[in-house]
């Protein structure tokens, strides 16, 4: 199953273990538990700390398999599934932490784990394809290894498709926490544990309350936000950065292919790369906080303050918003009702839970045709609904899209509603423009790909927004109030790429410090 350089790197990998583990088996008579049964066969010879024995009960998922520390039940970790893909660095990390390699993640945050009271008994249901639940399944994996009252089994939703169809999973990473929905999307470890541990919220308040103010503060942790940061702290002022969520939409984006002088990457890979780089300098990071609203300073050079969703509020000389966009809703009636109840916005992660069945794709630009190309290798159908007369699609991506068989593309249709049965999708509704004709569509999925709308509204009445509510900024990057900058998707300029926003933002960051050192009565 593993070629021989891949075995190599975990031989390699299996070196760094520290205590005994042992893999227990539970096969069936299937084909992928003869994979499994393959893949654990080959994992037990690269380290003599690796044992290897078959599961007699009766009450687990079969093909599984569990990661324990000898003589121990203590580590609950386990895999339904085969955990390639995608999910094989889950399945790296998972032996190794068991095996009592440490985590990278910081002590303070694995002893809050540590700290948790109570039993709790995970479940992730996740697609090999999906590129953000990785991070989900690293993050509960840890906690049970770092916690011995913390359960947790990763799912592959696309081989338990009856326990799929029973609990109604249509989006992943999907997370059950002791019988009933926990979350779904991408969380990370802190996510995760500041919802499982109920007084995080107030402490980190309290913390962040007695902060003393910055020189500059971006708001927002994506590749602007992070050049921002980056460029602030090698001036040597203090430099903090506020974000909801480090990596912002880039942490959801598959393939890149156009960042300069790297030829390929992926979005968590790269939101990892841009942390490791902000915390090679003396930044402040402060992740998992919402920005609700900016008081400007009353005075040229005065402290503007930021208030947060959990009551706290920051002070800084300057400031840098970077808070990004998100995915824009077509908000049409049954789109809240259904969203990962087979509507869904991440064809990679979400696709493959509709094998074989009939969805839809709206939006017919770069975005909306290669999600259809993407969903066509998996699904039964794809009917792709684009508003406009003609597809704005490259000329070769619509050229590709135009040879599969299982596409049908509609233009001049605007979505009207998104109706279903039983608590999902069964169809949509949408209206021939040319005609007037209304139609319905049967399916039992809706990938809605239209386009990026600026978190912004936080700011409104705060400062100067564009009609379609992005920050104005001129050529420096600043805005309408003095010593506020701006950078990235959330602002006016054109080109809502990484490399963009990158530049963006340590423009943005060198204006800011290029009017401290012009108004000294900011320093």
């Known amino acids: 199953m593993l070629d021989a350089s891949v075995k190599e790197q975990l031989k390699a990998y299996m070196g760094k273990l520290q205590q005994p583990i042992e893999l227990v088996a539970a096969y069936d008579d299937s ?14 010879p690269m380290s003599e700390k690796i044992s290897l024995r078959t599961e007699e009960s009766n009450d687990v998922r079969r093909p599984s398999f569990a990661i324990n520390r000898v003589g121990s039940d203590e580590a609950g970790v386990r895999f339904a599934g085969i955990p390639m893909g995608h999910e ?12 009592g390699h440490p985590s990278k993640e910081s002590e303070e945050l694995q002893q809050q784990v540590r700290d948790l009271d109570g039993d709790f008994e995970f479940e992730t249901y996740y697609s090999l394809s999906c590129q953000n639940c990785p991070d989900v399944v690293q993050a509960l994996n840890l906690m049970s290894v770092l916690n011995p009252r913390i359960k947790h089994t990763s799912i592959d939703g696309a081989l338990f498709q009856d326990e799929v169809e029973q609990r109604e999973v249509m989006a992943v990473p999907s997370v059950y926490l002791n019988g009933e929905l926990f979350g779904q999307g991408r969380m990370s470890l802190g996510e995760i544990v500041a919802k499982v541990d109920t007084g995080a919220e107030a402490r980190e308040a309290e913390k962040l309350k007695h902060k003393d103010p910055f020189e500059v503060l971006v708001v927002g942790g994506g590749p602007a936000g992070s050049s921002a940061a980056i460029y602030a702290a090698r001036k040597g002022i203090s430099t903090g950065i506020v974000a909801e969520r480090f990596g912002g939409q880039v942490a959801d984006t598959m393939g890149i292919e156009n960042l300069i002088s790297v030829p390929y990457t992926e979005g968590p890979k790269l939101v990892a ?20 609203k900016l008081i400007p300073s009353a005075s040229r050079g005065g402290l503007h303050e930021v208030h947060l969703a959990n009551g706290a509020s920051l002070k800084s000389r300057t400031l840098v918003l970077s808070t990004g966009a998100r995915w824009r809703h077509i908000g049409v009636p049954g789109e809240e009702e259904y969203r990962n109840k087979g509507v869904a916005y991440c064809p990679h992660c979400d696709g493959p839970l509709f094998k074989g069945k009939r969805v839809a794709v709206i939006g017919g630009g770069n975005s909306g045709v290669e999600a259809a190309i993407d969903l066509a290798g998996i ?5 792709l609904l684009e508003f406009a007369d ?63 709308i600026p978190n912004t509204e936080w700011l409104k009445g705060s400062i100067e927004l564009s009609q379609h509510g992005e920050i104005i900024v001129d050529d420096r990057g600043e805005t309408s109030i003095p010593g506020v900058f701006a950078a990235g998707d959330a602002t006016t300029v054109p080109y809502k790429q990484i490399v963009i ?18 108004n000294p009565e900011a320093f």
Not at 31 to 44: A, G, H, N, T, V
Not at 278 to 287: A, F, H, L, P, R
Not at 511 to 518: N, Q, T, V, Y
């Open 379 to 383: 699904v039964g159908h794809v009917t």
């Open 390 to 452: 003609e597809l704005k699609a490259d000329d070769v991506l619509q050229k590709k899209l135009r040879s599969l068989k299982n596409v049908e593309i509609l233009t001049s249709a605007q979505t009207t509603e998104i109706f279903g049965e039983n608590g999902k999708v069964s169809g949509l509704k949408y209206r021939d423009r040319q005609s007037d004709e209304v139609h319905d569509v049967s399916l039992e999925g809706v990938f809605i790909q239209i386009g990026l």
């Open 31 to 44: 084909d992928k538990s003869q994979e499994l049964r393959q893949l654990l066969d080959e994992l037990e």
């Open 273 to 292: 790369a841009m942390e490791q780089h902000v915390k090679e300098y003396d930044v402040d990071i402060m992740n998992l906080q919402r920005a609700e």
């Open 88 to 99: 094989f660095t889950s399945l790296v990390l998972a032996l190794l932490q068991v095996g």
């Open 501 to 518: 926003s990158m530049g963006d933002g340590s423009k943005a960051a060198l204006s800011a410090f290029d009017f401290l050192i012009r």
